[in-house]
């Protein structure tokens, strides 16, 4: 899959899927802009791209700041004159239960980076997307259609139900204009995600720790495969859909 003279904007690029993504649609010979906080961890990253790929655009932003969104937008037009593929891949964690008394808290946190951020770097990035016919993949998880008692998600679930069908009202509107615009959706991945969410060291599970119906759980290079066939022309007639890589875990 070709994404040569492509434009891909990662957001949470800095470690776990979109770090590994971004590696890969280097590789593959888009021009990739990688987006996360912590500018030291997007250096690696970069470093990483340059090996098998183009040096990408470093960005230091917080998505859930609007200043920040636009100059994420900006600055990538600016150096490189159009957008192809957006992955609205930055997320976090916040433990809580509906009696939790910091509940609120954690949703206000959540709804920030999880939704809020996402529809708006989707609103800047649709005009450029539909110049190009480009396409816009949102990073959902399972636990926005199932629920797990082990893991007290209420706010966090909520808002991947929500980013869901987003993604479905947007595709049909840009559809019109060519524009594709699709989900997937993790299971338990081993990525650092609950740790950054924590400000903790990472917290990669395990397959043995996390049970699922195959016996195991995915490396962030399954799921960057599944994101860069979703963005590529093999998957044209595909939009509005949700795509699913748990390991079965819904079957549970």
Do not use: W
């Not at 110049?131 to 209420?154: A, D, E």
């Amino acid at each position: 899959m070709s994404f040569a003279n492509k434009v891909v904007i990662i957001t949470g690029a800095g470690s776990g899927i979109g770090a590994t993504t971004a590696i890969s649609f280097a590789k593959e010979g888009a021009n990739v802009v990688i987006v996360g906080r912590k500018v030291l961890k997007l250096q690696m990253v970069r470093e990483e791209c340059a090996k098998t790929g183009k040096v990408p655009l470093v960005i230091g932003a917080d998505i859930s700041n609007d200043e920040d969104a636009k100059r994420i937008i900006e600055e990538t037009i600016e150096k490189y004159g159009q957008l192809d593929v957006l992955v609205n891949n930055a997320g976090i964690v916040g433990f809580d239960g509906i009696l939790s008394e910091n509940i609120m808290s954690v949703f206000d946190s959540n709804m920030k980076t999880n939704l809020r951020a996402a529809i708006y770097m989707t609103h800047l990035a649709a005009p450029h997307l539909i110049k190009t016919k480009g396409n816009i993949i949102n990073i959902s998880s399972v636990l926005g259609k199932m629920t797990f008692r082990q893991y007290p998600l209420v706010c966090y679930s909520a808002l991947k139900a929500a980013l869901d069908h987003f993604t479905r009202h947007v595709a049909a509107e840009l559809a019109q204009y060519g524009v594709r615009v699709n989900t997937i959706s993790p299971g338990p991945v081993k990525t650092n995600l609950v740790g950054n969410a924590n400000n903790e060291p990472s917290t990669q599970q395990s397959d043995d720790e996390v049970k699922t119906p195959l016996g195991r759980i995915a490396d962030p290079k399954e799921i960057a495969d599944l994101i860069l066939f979703v963005a590529s022309d093999k998957a044209k007639s595909m939009t509005g859909s949700d795509y699913i890589a748990d390991n079965g875990s819904m079957l549970m």
